[in-house]
């Protein structure tokens, strides 16, 4: 039966329908871009390869057993460029290929079959990747977590990291999990182990009992805790060293203490310049946990937990609250999404979507509400704006049941259900662009650098910097795919987008490196123990050196390309594909047997496709109206599934591993529950070709997967029809070869999962900022390292009439009738399925046949008496540059056919169901192992060594004092010089504890407060910044009195007075690194508070003082809570001096 046929009125109103794109083809994020930054990059390891995919006079090469791949060419404005960036034409000559004698396949033995090659494979998008044991286009890094599969992760997927010089913790979906660095090198548990599937390879790691989904984590270094808030609304603390308990894995490691914080989702936690914790959830809420009831809480035993929970509970600080009056609040009610600690001038940040809100970390007062352009807001707040709902109208045009009408003729009723769809389509994709596109200028990740200024980043790729006071300072734009994400280190600034790159700022935001270090969005960055971490979505968790890009990359390349032999693994895997135009109809068990189940045995991998699974004008354009709102599939192509699953034995044998439809196209893949372990991340697609490219009777649908550490993609396509068609089935192909984008199905509710904004999946950028606007397209297809495409192609035999092609197939004369193939003659000129394989065909002509009538003599004989063709077809590229190569790490799947048949039994439909048998091999790369030998290296390479005592290298510096005594109200100058004539010195001033002065002399212990805090009595400025080779800076060291309501408990007002007339004294610590460094020098400072009636005393010896004070400036002065200081008048002095 011929593809559905439509009269040109019935054509005009499909016409109507608009083109739109299907929702489901949303970004691939093994995209990579390429793009001329704004300011010169500095020449690194990195620039002897090319870092992006643009093909060049040099092979692109790329990691082996990676997922970042690169399509080896780029679509400029709709045509493929070649080297020279000229269009491509034939490329290579075809060739016919036939094995080696006495070459078998596996432990049957199986030879494989001659095969036709089509030309111009040896360039642009069809040019076959090159791989390598090492990717040289990024710099090497520790895979602590290897990329899991995907299927393996369901309720356990990792959210966040949070690093310290020697731990990793993660939060992920079910509890927290912490890897100890020193064993970071250290093989896997391997399958079978101990661990989780998914987990096999990773590094040594210890996990938490069950808790709900964390959201955020906070390292607490001064008292060892790991802070994590959960989507339960709970905060929990864990101790970072859990001891010997950690050993036995099968008893998981318990929280410290817990309590109920919110209502909604804890989205973020920080410990603001005063060690007190800051929370923030849905609503606008902002919640401060004040330290001395936490530390109180965790001084309980583990059996007071429920006490504990109670006194942090009772002791909460509700800003939200503070800042309403009369039930008008100065901030939004939408979600506060982060929090951040500006540590330099005592403030804390709060971002919404499209605002900032600015505090006081001592005094807790709203400073600043601003919106994302830097300006200043005086709002009333507004209702939270609910997301729009979709009405049922789309579902009442499509499933209520019409008036009773009269009768009408089959072209009316198809004029009437199209034209109707078109509206509906029309409406739908107006809607569902206002319902799910998001702001841009949303924040999604907020970063505090090293000289003060605050970076955010947003969902169009601009970083903005800010001072500390919300002024914006500059904008930069090196990336047009959302920024997720920010960390720092040195003076450096890491950035994780959304597609996957991390890329590497100055202080003013030149860019200084970028690469790809995941094929999927970049959600959380950390940095510790000489690392920068990086998460994706798909929960890998990968170690960047802080030296990169640098000299130690091309060493451990080097070095690590040597051992390949150790690491690299082979597996053998086969694979059948069965293509069938079914006509609209149903086959029956024992056809289904016939095809596919009778030849499973030793397979462990079947991809089925059909076509013209259901059809019908109505139908087609009501598919296409589902597609648009990611809607798909059909009870008729479940019934198939279901049928073909079945005759897979699927319960016992083979296990369904996922489905995608357009139309009447389908295609469903099964894997043998025997190789289930290595086999997943499914993704789909689909590419419509119909009717101005947006209905499904033509297209093809497709399915990417994972087996073995390498993609495999396959196809199912039905391309134009008619003898006359070449050149639009031509067209086809190329269509679907360049605009197949894979999605993750479900995995959007992954995203959501994990806290990345929907939007930073479904929003598709195609031109660079940096580049002009020239599009830029990358094809998925291209990327992968084995591609299948089947189908019902329709290319036909021409040259030749009826009877001749009857009388051919009599006689099984196929040598003539293949070289009247159409598809075999565009192959050969490299027009299409360029570089592509076929094996021989042997088998007579699959079209077009009389149903349910058997044998040759099935072939149509009405009266339009069509030339049979072979217009079902399997045609497939691996990693081969030459026939018959190798498999290795350079040329990981090597592929040949060894069954290419029609099932000339099976007489359900108008076609022949068609079969392909593959055997491939697969070379890949054990992880596990090639991490251990990089630990070798780097413990045994003496350069390398080097490298890394290089990097404990710290200016020296110098201060003016290390003891300062206060009054009320004082303010000392403490001066920090750089004594390097070369480096810059990174200085930071934390509290290492504050203690009660005792007149007996004896020893005094300090204690700290949360993350190092400041007691609040003493305020320093600025607490950190860069100071410039023979540079210094001077820090303000003031007292302030400060009492607030948290000495009051139950309204209870506390004994403050007694306490606070004793000498108190805190241990300031001045820590310097470079801007480079992984270790640090620390400066101790005390600092005491005396009060007037000593502080008249040491005034009546100022030549003491001078001398205790080490030569430093003192004098009086106000310090604002905005951070401004203003000389004192004689009154305010004498008051200061008076209490």
Same mark, same amino acid.
């Given at each position: 039966?011929?593809?559905?046929?439509?009269?040109?009125?019935?054509?005009?109103?499909?016409?109507?329908?608009?083109?739109?794109?299907?929702?489901?083809?949303?970004?691939?994020?093994?995209?990579?871009?390429?793009?001329?930054?704004?300011?010169?990059?500095?020449?690194?390891?990195?620039?002897?390869?090319?870092?992006?995919?643009?093909?060049?006079?040099?092979?692109?090469?790329?990691?082996?057993?990676?997922?970042?791949?690169?399509?080896?060419?780029?679509?400029?404005?709709?045509?493929?460029?070649?080297?020279?960036?000229?269009?491509?034409?034939?490329?290579?000559?075809?060739?016919?290929?036939?094995?080696?004698?006495?070459?078998?396949?596996?432990?049957?033995?199986?030879?494989?079959?001659?095969?036709?090659?089509?030309?111009?494979?040896?360039?642009?998008?069809?040019?076959?990747?090159?791989?390598?044991?090492?990717?040289?286009?990024?710099?090497?890094?520790?895979?602590?977590?290897?990329?899991?599969?995907?299927?393996?992760?369901?309720?356990?997927?990792?959210?966040?990291?949070?690093?310290?010089?020697?731990?990793?913790?993660?939060?992920?979906?079910?509890?927290?999990?912490?890897?100890?660095?020193?064993? !970071?090198?250290?093989?896997?548990?391997?399958?079978?182990?101990?661990?989780?599937?998914?987990?096999?390879?990773?590094?040594?790691?210890?996990?938490?009992?069950?808790?709900?989904?964390?959201?955020?984590?906070?390292?607490?270094?001064?008292?060892?805790?790991?802070?994590?808030?959960?989507?339960?609304?709970?905060?929990?603390?864990?101790?970072?060293?859990?001891?010997?308990?950690?050993?036995?894995?099968?008893?998981?490691?318990?929280?410290?203490?817990?309590?109920?914080?919110?209502?909604?989702?804890?989205?973020?936690?920080?410990?603001?310049?005063?060690?007190?914790?800051?929370?923030?959830?849905?609503?606008?809420?902002?919640?401060?946990?004040?330290?001395?009831?936490?530390?109180?809480?965790?001084?309980?035993?583990?059996?007071?937990?429920?006490?504990?929970?109670?006194?942090?509970?009772?002791?909460?600080?509700?800003?939200?609250?503070?800042?309403?009056?009369?039930?008008?609040?100065?901030?939004?009610?939408?979600?506060?999404?982060?929090?951040?600690?500006?540590?330099?001038?005592?403030?804390?940040?709060?971002?919404?979507?499209?605002?900032?809100?600015?505090?006081?970390?001592?005094?807790?007062?709203?400073?600043?509400?601003?919106?994302?352009?830097?300006?200043?807001?005086?709002?009333?707040?507004?209702?939270?704006?609910?997301?729009?709902?979709?009405?049922?109208?789309?579902?009442?045009?499509?499933?209520?049941?019409?008036?009773?009408?009269?009768?009408?003729?089959?072209?009316?009723?198809?004029?009437?259900?199209?034209?109707?769809?078109?509206?509906?389509?029309?409406?739908?994709?107006?809607?569902?662009?206002?319902?799910?596109?998001?702001?841009?200028?949303?924040?999604?990740?907020?970063?505090? !650098?090293?000289?003060?200024?605050?970076?955010?980043?947003?969902?169009?790729?601009?970083?903005?910097?800010?001072?500390?006071?919300?002024?914006?300072?500059?904008?930069?734009?090196?990336?047009?795919?959302?920024?997720?994400?920010?960390?720092?280190?040195?003076?450096?600034?890491?950035?994780?987008?959304?597609?996957?790159?991390?890329?590497?700022?100055?202080?003013?935001?030149?860019?200084?490196?970028?690469?790809?270090?995941?094929?999927?969005?970049?959600?959380?960055?950390?940095?510790?123990?000489?690392?920068?971490?990086?998460?994706?979505?798909?929960?890998?968790?990968?170690?960047?050196?802080?030296?990169?890009?640098?000299?130690?990359?091309?060493?451990?390349?080097?070095?690590?390309?040597?051992?390949?032999?150790?690491?690299?693994?082979?597996?053998?895997?086969?694979?059948?594909?069965?293509?069938?135009?079914?006509?609209?109809?149903?086959?029956?068990?024992?056809?289904?047997?016939?095809?596919?189940?009778?030849?499973?045995?030793?397979?462990?991998?079947?991809?089925?496709?059909?076509?013209?699974?259901?059809?019908?004008?109505?139908?087609?354009?009501?598919?296409?109206?589902?597609?648009?709102?990611?809607?798909?599939?059909?009870?008729?192509?479940?019934?198939?599934?279901?049928?073909?699953?079945?005759?897979?034995?699927?319960?016992?044998?083979?296990?369904?591993?996922?489905?995608?439809?357009?139309?009447?196209?389908?295609?469903?893949?099964?894997?043998?529950?025997?190789?289930?372990?290595?086999?997943?991340?499914?993704?789909?697609?689909?590419?419509?070709?119909?009717?101005?490219?947006?209905?499904?009777?033509?297209?093809?649908?497709?399915?990417?997967?994972?087996?073995?550490?390498?993609?495999?993609?396959?196809?199912?396509?039905?391309? !134009?029809?008619?003898?006359?068609?070449?050149?639009?089935?031509?067209?086809?192909?190329?269509?679907?070869?360049?605009?197949?984008?894979?999605?993750?199905?479900?995995?959007?509710?992954?995203?959501?999962?994990?806290?990345?904004?929907?939007?930073?999946?479904?929003?598709?950028?195609?031109?660079?900022?940096?580049?002009?606007?020239?599009?830029?397209?990358?094809?998925?297809?291209?990327?992968?390292?084995?591609?299948?495409?089947?189908?019902?192609?329709?290319?036909?035999?021409?040259?030749?009439?009826?009877?001749?092609?009857?009388?051919?197939?009599?006689?099984?004369?196929?040598?003539?009738?293949?070289?009247?193939?159409?598809?075999?003659?565009?192959?050969?000129?490299?027009?299409?399925?360029?570089?592509?394989?076929?094996?021989?065909?042997?088998?007579?002509?699959?079209?077009?046949?009389?149903?349910?009538?058997?044998?040759?003599?099935?072939?149509?004989?009405?009266?339009?008496?069509?030339?049979?063709?072979?217009?079902?077809?399997?045609?497939?590229?691996?990693?081969?540059?030459?026939?018959?190569?190798?498999?290795?790490?350079?040329?990981?799947?090597?592929?040949?056919?060894?069954?290419?048949?029609?099932?000339?039994?099976?007489?359900?439909?108008?076609?022949?169901?068609?079969?392909?048998?593959?055997?491939?091999?697969?070379?890949?790369?054990?992880?596990?192992?090639?991490?251990?030998?990089?630990?070798?290296?780097?413990?045994?390479?003496?350069?390398?060594?080097?490298?890394?005592?290089?990097?404990?290298?710290?200016?020296?510096?110098?201060?003016?004092?290390?003891?300062?005594?206060?009054?009320?109200?004082?303010?000392?100058?403490?001066?920090?010089?750089?004594?390097?004539?070369?480096?810059?010195?990174?200085?930071?001033?934390?509290?290492?504890?504050?203690?009660?002065?005792?007149?007996?002399?004896?020893?005094?212990?300090?204690?700290?407060?949360?993350?190092?805090?400041?007691?609040?009595?003493?305020?320093?400025?600025?607490?950190?910044?860069?100071?410039?080779?023979?540079?210094?800076?001077?820090?303000?060291?003031?007292?302030?009195?400060?009492?607030?309501?948290?000495?009051?408990?139950?309204?209870?007002?506390?004994?403050?007075?007694?306490?606070?007339?004793?000498?108190?004294?805190?241990?300031?610590?001045?820590?310097?690194?470079?801007?480079?460094?992984?270790?640090?020098?620390?400066?101790?400072?005390?600092?005491?508070?005396?009060?007037?009636?000593?502080?008249?005393?040491?005034?009546?010896?100022?030549?003491?003082?001078?001398?205790?004070?080490?030569?430093?400036?003192?004098?009086?002065?106000?310090?604002?809570?905005?951070?401004?200081?203003?000389?004192?008048?004689?009154?305010?002095?004498?008051?200061?001096?008076?209490?």
């Amino acid at each position: 039966m011929d593809p559905l046929s439509i009269e040109e009125e019935d054509e005009e109103a499909l016409a109507t329908l608009v083109p739109v794109p299907s929702r489901r083809k949303t970004h691939s994020y093994s995209q990579q871009f390429d793009f001329k930054p704004h300011h010169q990059i500095r020449k690194h390891s990195l620039d002897e390869v090319p870092r992006s995919a643009n093909l060049g006079s040099e092979p692109v090469y790329f990691d082996s057993s990676d997922d970042e791949f690169s399509t080896g060419g780029n679509i400029v404005n709709g045509e493929t460029t070649t080297d020279g960036g000229g269009i491509i034409g034939g490329g290579e000559d075809y060739s016919v290929v036939t094995p080696p004698p006495n070459v078998g396949l596996g432990e049957d033995d199986v030879e494989p079959l001659p095969e036709f090659i089509g030309a111009g494979g040896g360039a642009g998008i069809f040019k076959v990747p090159v791989r390598a044991a090492v990717h040289p286009g990024r710099p090497p890094c520790l895979e602590l977590r290897p990329h899991p599969l995907r299927e393996t992760q369901t309720g356990k997927f990792l959210r966040n990291i949070a690093c310290t010089e020697t731990q990793l913790w993660a939060g992920q979906e079910n509890g927290v999990r912490f890897w100890d660095l020193e064993e !970071a090198y250290e093989v896997g548990s391997g399958i079978g182990g101990q661990v989780r599937r998914g987990d096999e390879d990773t590094a040594p790691f210890h996990e938490s009992v069950i808790t709900s989904p964390t959201m955020c984590l906070l390292c607490d270094q001064s008292n060892k805790l790991l802070w994590s808030g959960h989507k339960d609304g709970k905060i929990r603390a864990w101790k970072m060293d859990q001891g010997s308990s950690v050993c036995d894995d099968s008893n998981p490691f318990k929280e410290r203490v817990s309590w109920q914080a919110h209502r909604g989702p804890v989205n973020s936690i920080v410990i603001s310049s005063y060690g007190d914790m800051w929370s923030c959830s849905e609503g606008g809420l902002i919640k401060i946990w004040p330290w001395d009831t936490l530390e109180k809480s965790l001084l309980l035993k583990p059996e007071e937990k429920h006490m504990a929970a109670l006194l942090v509970e009772r002791s909460v600080i509700d800003l939200r609250s503070q800042v309403t009056v009369n039930g008008t609040c100065s901030i939004s009610s939408s979600d506060v999404k982060y929090l951040l600690a500006d540590s330099v001038r005592a403030k804390v940040w709060a971002v919404q979507s499209l605002s900032f809100s600015i505090w006081d970390a001592r005094s807790k007062d709203l400073l600043k509400v601003l919106n994302v352009d830097g300006q200043v807001e005086c709002r009333v707040d507004m209702p939270p704006v609910q997301d729009q709902q979709f009405d049922d109208e789309m579902k009442v045009k499509f499933f209520s049941a019409s008036k009773k009408e009269k009768p009408q003729g089959f072209l009316q009723r198809s004029r009437n259900a199209i034209m109707g769809a078109a509206g509906a389509v029309r409406r739908v994709a107006t809607r569902s662009a206002g319902a799910f596109s998001e702001d841009t200028r949303k924040t999604e990740a907020i970063v505090l !650098a090293v000289d003060g200024t605050i970076w955010t980043g947003s969902m169009s790729g601009l970083i903005v910097q800010w001072d500390g006071n919300g002024s914006r300072l500059r904008d930069v734009n090196h990336h047009q795919r959302p920024v997720l994400c920010f960390c720092t280190f040195g003076d450096r600034i890491y950035v994780g987008y959304a597609s996957g790159y991390i890329q590497v700022l100055d202080p003013d935001g030149k860019l200084i490196a970028s690469w790809v270090s995941h094929n999927e969005p970049v959600i959380k960055l950390a940095a510790g123990g000489g690392y920068v971490f990086s998460l994706a979505t798909h929960g890998g968790v990968r170690g960047w050196y802080v030296t990169s890009p640098g000299p130690l990359d091309n060493i451990i390349r080097t070095e690590l390309s040597q051992k390949e032999t150790s690491y690299a693994r082979q597996d053998n895997v086969r694979i059948l594909i069965g293509t069938w135009n079914v006509g609209q109809g149903r086959a029956s068990h024992d056809a289904l047997m016939s095809w596919l189940g009778s030849v499973t045995s030793d397979v462990g991998i079947v991809v089925v496709g059909l076509q013209e699974v259901e059809m019908g004008a109505g139908f087609l354009a009501m598919s296409a109206a589902k597609e648009t709102v990611g809607l798909e599939g059909s009870a008729v192509g479940q019934w198939w599934i279901d049928a073909i699953g079945k005759a897979l034995d699927e319960k016992n044998t083979f296990e369904r591993m996922g489905s995608r439809q357009l139309a009447g196209l389908l295609i469903s893949l099964w894997a043998r529950k025997d190789i289930r372990t290595h086999v997943g991340d499914l993704d789909v697609a689909a590419v419509p070709c119909g009717f101005g490219r947006a209905i499904g009777n033509k297209g093809g649908v497709g399915l990417r997967i994972r087996v073995y550490d390498r993609i495999m993609c396959f196809v199912n396509c039905h391309l !134009a029809a008619h003898l006359e068609a070449v050149n639009r089935r031509n067209a086809d192909f190329n269509h679907i070869f360049r605009l197949m984008v894979f999605s993750r199905g479900q995995n959007l509710s992954n995203a959501a999962v994990a806290g990345v904004s929907t939007a930073a999946y479904t929003v598709k950028t195609t031109t660079n900022p940096s580049a002009g606007t020239t599009e830029e397209i990358k094809s998925d297809l291209a990327a992968a390292d084995m591609i299948a495409f089947f189908g019902d192609f329709n290319y036909r035999l021409f040259g030749i009439t009826y009877d001749e092609a009857r009388d051919f197939i009599s006689q099984r004369s196929f040598d003539w009738l293949r070289e009247r193939d159409q598809l075999r003659q565009e192959m050969k000129i490299g027009k299409v399925f360029q570089g592509m394989r076929e094996a021989l065909i042997t088998f007579p002509p699959t079209y077009k046949f009389e149903r349910n009538r058997s044998g040759l003599g099935g072939y149509d004989s009405g009266e339009k008496k069509r030339i049979p063709a072979w217009c079902d077809r399997v045609i497939y590229r691996d990693t081969q540059s030459s026939p018959f190569s190798e498999s290795n790490l350079q040329c990981p799947v090597v592929s040949s056919v060894i069954m290419y048949e029609a099932c000339m039994d099976v007489t359900e439909s108008d076609h022949k169901p068609v079969r392909c048998k593959f055997h491939a091999t697969i070379a890949h790369v054990d992880k596990s192992v090639r991490r251990q030998e990089l630990g070798k290296i780097i413990r045994s390479n003496e350069k390398i060594r080097s490298i890394f005592e290089d990097l404990k290298s710290v200016p020296e510096t110098t201060v003016s004092t290390n003891n300062i005594v206060l009054q009320s109200q004082d303010t000392v100058i403490l001066t920090i010089t750089n004594n390097s004539t070369t480096s810059k010195a990174i200085y930071s001033i934390l509290c290492g504890g504050q203690t009660i002065v005792k007149d007996d002399g004896e020893e005094v212990e300090y204690i700290p407060r949360g993350s190092f805090g400041l007691p609040r009595w003493l305020e320093v400025s600025p607490a950190a910044g860069i100071i410039k080779p023979e540079g210094t800076v001077d820090v303000k060291v003031h007292h302030e009195d400060f009492h607030t309501l948290e000495e009051y408990v139950d309204g209870i007002p506390q004994n403050w007075w007694c306490e606070d007339t004793r000498d108190k004294e805190a241990l300031l610590m001045v820590n310097i690194r470079g801007s480079c460094s992984t270790t640090l020098t620390s400066h101790s400072i005390k600092v005491r508070h005396c009060y007037s009636a000593r502080v008249c005393l040491l005034e009546n010896k100022p030549t003491n003082l001078t001398k205790n004070l080490g030569g430093s400036r003192h004098y009086p002065t106000d310090i604002s809570r905005s951070g401004s200081t203003r000389p004192k008048t004689d009154d305010s002095v004498r008051r200061g001096k008076s209490r």
